[in-house]
């Protein structure tokens, strides 16, 4: 019986990726096909529907303020679970969060909109243009995920003293959204553009840092996620493995496809502990590393995992295709690789 | 293939390629038909490909049986169709067979991977045909489909090889001998009786004619492995499913079935059990290298989006502006250089090899007959006859010889391998560097990122080629012998 090495965590991690793995199984896993090929609005927030039971439409929120109240390694557990079996949809649910991350962290008057009704996905406009002038919104953000069909959206403006995020609800005047038109992957978390002339905000949050923050969620989501899409294709490239006769024998018993196979067992591994440290620490340093190394590990693995399949992988039916379109999406977002590098070096160099 | 006056990017290809460019100044007239080949294919880009390619792909996600006739019946004005039929038959292939279809394919893939797989596939088709010296189908199955291309109508082949339990194991001798074959076609009186399946197959449900490779005896497929010739229109035969890809949709891959299929000895191509040899590592010997020219045009089509998205002002500013995106363009261009040298490496010396057969005074004084003659039934008789074919094989034997077509087959697995995973590698990296910008340029790059991977997989996957590299090269193990006369296999 095949099973990934122990990963120490403690009782309330456990319980709480139990849950979130029978969430994944139940109810993505038989819809998964139809998450990516047609992932209708409705469907998708069906799928986000049940995952609230688990808490994770808040779950970044305090719980005094409303919200799920989990902390950031317990949400990257989440999502990691979630992301076995769907990627798209755990990014969707990262996406609402960081979204509302600003309300939960900042103050505003008023109620979060979004938390406490149905509410969502949310969509985070990051990374783009956003100012507030006059009290009015004018952004452009060219892809940004769950734009396509959400009910309200979180901008961080640039430069604006005392207000550090605005929210608009989606049909306001002078807000335009237009879906990506072919999405590589990650298709249940509809990603799209998104333009404001003008637009009246609903809520105006003040507080610290707040563009930081939502970086950092990101990155630590990504990080989880791209773990999940590690799992997948080692799973499922592992039971092929097993029941493929290839050249004399089973496909597990060739070198090669070993080698394939420990290396996403490593990256497993490697992923977990990367993202478990960057949860630890507050600065945004380790979740880039974790995402950039996580990512690109993701990407392999999926490519890897469709090689192993041979022409069976390439094929919409078997579902390992999905995986090196979705990573790809996970290593092109929020940002590039050599960007995230620089980024490092700039963080070191200024403190 | 005439010589064209030399545009101005016939000039620049012959700076792209500088093999090429030597060999022009020892054979300017060869030389620049290749590059006549080549403007044409940059044309049908131009005119039919590039305008459809985005679109097309997408359609085939929602409707996968979809196929763009139009496409095809454009591409006989450029008689891509032609290009693995020998000259003395109306076709375009001269001694620079194999280079002009790499350079045709690198070019058509630069602009969709899908549509230049779906031109190559029926190439690859015509292959066996021409390999397997199956002289007395030329005047009918090659005649048609040169006539027709004339009129504008695709007359198309395709090449069956894989089963759904035996991808891999049908393209190497030792694997085969071990492989689980499902698909038999058990002798009875007057030739065979088929039945079983075959999948993914490339062009199998547009194609007219397929040659196949397959058991007789499934106990034993290596010595029974016999290539066929399957005509649509066969009782039993049909095409019931087509794939949905990740990439390269343009093209369909198809299963076919066999239901008590009667093909006839005719159609045998080649005698009984020469099927390795003549069917497939033949094939792959010429085939794998342009295989890696798909590789590179796709890399190549993602390179050029991937240039002008660096050229869009984003921001104020320009990606090329700076430094790091200037380095990873040289690496691209670099990686462009190194698999042209690669598969051209290959073209180059298996059309050396074939070059022999084709232009010598021996086997074109057989189509000095005249044609009258030649596509009547008692002349196919003849050359389908147990002596007929020994005749044709007797003389592909004086002209190819073994260790060259070995040699053939090593370097194709190495263009095959090595210029698939480089443009792997450039698509991925060239997507990492864009990110989710907004630019239309990242879409083509993504498509491309979707089309590259079957690179590594079809046509044996990488590893398998490695391993052919190894055998052939390395350890010397692996020898293609071209089918003797009255020799071997089951007869």
């Keep these: ?351 | 293939m005439a010589a064209t006056v030399m545009s101005e990017r016939g000039r620049k290809l012959l700076r792209d390629f500088p093999a090429l460019g030597a060999l022009h100044e020892h054979d300017r007239k060869g030389i620049e038909g290749l590059i006549g080949l080549v403007e044409r294919a940059a044309e049908y880009n131009r005119d039919v490909a590039l305008p459809r390619a985005l679109e097309l792909d997408e359609r085939m996600e929602r409707e996968p049986d979809y196929f763009d006739w139009e496409m095809m019946r454009e591409a006989c004005k450029y008689r891509f169709f032609s290009l693995a039929i020998p000259e003395v038959l109306g076709g375009l292939a001269n001694k620079y067979m194999v280079t002009g279809m790499a350079l045709v394919v690198e070019e058509l893939c630069s602009a969709c991977g899908g549509i230049g797989l779906a031109i190559a596939a029926h190439s690859l088709g015509v292959a066996p045909l021409i390999a397997s010296g199956a002289m007395a189908h030329w005047e009918t199955v090659l005649h048609e489909i040169v006539e027709e291309e004339k009129k504008g109508n695709p007359v198309l082949m395709a090449y069956a090889i894989t089963e759904p339990s035996a991808g891999t194991d049908v393209e190497e001798p030792e694997f085969l001998a071990v492989a689980r074959i499902g698909l038999e076609a058990k002798r009875v009186k007057g030739g065979y009786r088929v039945n079983g399946r075959k999948c993914f197959i490339s062009g199998g449900s547009e194609a007219k004619y397929i040659t196949m490779t397959a058991a007789t005896d499934r106990s034993r497929p290596l010595e029974t492995w016999t290539t066929f010739l399957v005509e649509r229109g066969m009782e039993g035969f049909s095409t019931p499913r087509v794939e949905l890809k990740m990439g390269q949709r343009a093209c369909h891959a198809a299963e076919l079935l066999f239901e008590d299929v009667f093909i006839p000895h005719s159609h045998v191509l080649g005698y009984e059990g020469d099927g390795i040899a003549n069917g497939i590592l033949i094939i792959m010997a010429a085939s794998r290298g342009p295989v890696g020219a798909i590789a590179t045009g796709i890399a190549r089509g993602a390179f050029e989006h991937f240039l002008a998205w660096a050229r869009e002002p984003a921001n104020g500013k320009k990606p090329i502006d700076e430094d790091r995106i200037r380095m990873a363009l040289a690496d691209m261009y670099a990686v462009l250089e190194e698999n042209r040298g690669l598969y051209l490496g290959h073209s180059l010396g298996g059309d050396a090899l074939f070059r022999n057969a084709f232009t010598h005074p021996l086997f074109l004084s057989a189509f000095m007959i005249p044609r009258r003659i030649r596509a009547s039934k008692p002349y196919a008789s003849l050359l389908n006859s147990y002596y007929g074919k020994g005749l044709v094989n007797i003389l592909f034997r004086y002209f190819i010889k073994d260790e060259d077509a070995t040699d053939m087959l090593a370097k194709a697995s190495l263009a095959k391998f090595a210029c698939a995973d480089n443009a792997m590698a450039l698509v991925s990296r060239a997507l990492e560097l864009m990110g989710t910008t907004p630019s239309p340029q990242r879409r083509w790059v993504e498509k491309a990122y979707r089309d590259v991977k079957l690179t590594q997989i079809y046509e044996g996957t990488n590893q398998l080629n490695r391993l052919a590299l190894y055998n052939t090269e390395i350890a010397g193990t692996l020898k293609v012998e071209i089918p003797g006369p009255f020799k071997k296999g089951v007869r």
């Excluded at chain 1, 999502?79 to 990262?94: D, N, R």
């Excluded at chain 1, 078997?318 to 290593?331: I, N, S």
């Design chain 1, 1 to 351: 019986m095949a099973r990934l090495p122990e990963f120490r965590e403690e009782q309330e991690y456990r319980i709480l990726r139990d849950s979130a793995a029978s969430f994944a199984a139940d109810v993505l896993a038989p819809q998964a096909e139809e998450l990516d090929l047609q992932p209708a609005p409705w469907r998708v927030k069906k799928a986000l529907a049940k995952a609230d039971e688990l808490g994770m439409l808040s779950a970044l929120v305090p719980e005094e303020k409303g919200g799920g109240g989990l902390d950031d390694y317990a949400f990257c557990v989440a999502l990691e679970e979630i992301a076995v079996e769907e990627a798209g949809v755990a990014v969707a649910l990262l996406a609402h969060n960081a979204a509302l991350l600003p309300a939960a962290l900042g103050e505003f008057e008023g109620l979060i909109t979004g938390v406490g009704e149905e509410s969502y996905p949310a969509c985070l406009a990051f990374p783009g243009e956003v100012a507030l002038r006059e009290g009015k919104v004018n952004a452009r953000v060219p892809f940004a995920f769950n734009a396509d069909g959400c009910p309200f959206i979180t901008l961080i403006p640039t430069q604006e003293a005392g207000t550090r995020a605005v929210t608009v609800r989606s049909d306001a005047a002078g807000v335009s959204i237009e879906a990506e038109a072919y999405p590589l992957g990650l298709r249940a978390a509809r990603p799209g553009a998104l333009k404001m002339e003008g637009a009246e905000p609903s809520n105006l949050i003040s507080g610290g840092d707040m563009l930081g923050a939502v970086e950092r969620a990101l990155f630590l989501g990504l990080s989880a996620v791209a773990v999940g899409i590690i799992r997948n294709a080692l799973r499922k490239a592992y039971a092929y493995a097993r029941e493929r006769y290839q050249a004399g024998k089973m496909i597990i018993e060739h070198q090669q496809m070993r080698i394939f196979l420990a290396e996403m067992l490593a990256g497993v591994e490697e992923g977990r502990s990367l993202t478990r440290e960057s949860c630890s620490s507050r600065e945004l340093a380790p979740a880039v590393t974790a995402w950039m190394r996580n990512t690109a590990r993701a990407v392999q693995a999926a490519t890897d995992g469709v090689q192993i399949h041979g022409g069976y992988g390439y094929m919409r039916d078997y579902g390992m295709e999905r995986l090196m379109r979705d990573a790809k999406y996970c290593q092109m977002y929020p940002t590039t690789s050599q960007e995230a590098l620089l980024r490092l070096l700039d963080i070191y160099e200024t403190g």
